[in-house]
């Protein structure tokens, strides 16, 4: 089957109200930044028409890319969902 497919057997809780990801850098986006429209395997990442980049992180699959690819500029506040909450794999 498609990746697509296998990606929405995984259930998720959405945490309403506390997104784990969050970006902290509301000045002009970095390249870093930017690029995670791209590579975010979950599509969690947006640019507006204003060309700022928004993250919305309801089935962010905690891969984390972003933390690793904005890890030296600081563009983001990431933490793992609280308890509970967040992405349940489904394996097999
Ligand atoms: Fe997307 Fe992975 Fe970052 Fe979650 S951790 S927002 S899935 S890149």
Redesign the pocket.
């Known amino acids: 089957p498609r990746i697509e497919e296998k990606l929405y057997q995984n259930r998720y809780l959405v945490d309403a109200g506390r997104p784990h990801?969050k970006i902290k850098n509301q000045g002009e986006p970095t390249p870093e930044l930017k690029t995670?429209v791209n590579?975010?395997?979950?599509?969690?990442?947006a640019i507006t028409e204003q060309g700022k980049v928004e993250?919305v992180?309801d089935?962010?699959?905690?891969?984390?890319?972003?933390?690793v690819?904005t890890a030296e500029t600081g563009d983001l506040e990431?933490n793992y969902p609280r308890g509970g909450y967040g992405v349940a794999f489904k394996f097999g």
Do not use: D, I, S
Not at 59 to 67: A, F, L, S, Y
């Open positions: 990801v995670l590579v975010c395997p979950a599509g969690c990442y993250v992180p089935g962010c699959m905690e891969c984390g890319t972003c933390r690819l990431w």
